[in-house]
Nanobody, 121 residues
């Protein structure tokens, strides 16, 4: 599966952004989808994931209550709505996919290119 992320940008603290990831192929619904991020000088970290059907989601503690992940299997897209953004959310955000939740959390098999999110204070 090929992944294409979009929607990053510059926003003030407290603002919102919506990231979107479009996937190619006919088997989108077979993949757990989600997002990782990497801030300058830091390791890449898990942000959020959503199950194949969209019925289950998981979030990093740092974004719970502020970020919402969703997917549309008919359109082969997964979105990340980011609200109440903080300067520490500044990072390159990567869309990713794997066939299982465990595989996703430990290292997805498929990655998209990153999209930069910058939150100014």
């Amino acid at each position: 599966v090929q992944l294409q992320a979009s929607g990053g940008g510059l926003v003030q603290a407290g603002g919102s952004l919506r990231l979107s990831c479009a996937a190619s192929g006919r088997t989108f619904s077979k993949y757990v989808m989600g997002w990782f991020r990497q801030a300058p000088g830091k390791e890449r970290e898990f942000v959020a994931a959503i199950s194949r059907s969209g019925g289950d989601t998981g979030y990093a503690d740092s974004v719970k209550g502020r970020f919402t992940i969703s997917r549309d299997n008919a359109k082969n897209t997964v979105d990340l709505q980011m609200n109440t953004l903080k300067p520490e959310d500044t990072a390159v955000y990567y869309c990713a996919a794997d066939t299982t939740f465990t595989g996703f959390r430990t290292g997805p098999d498929y990655w998209g290119q990153g999209t930069q999110v910058t939150v100014s204070s």
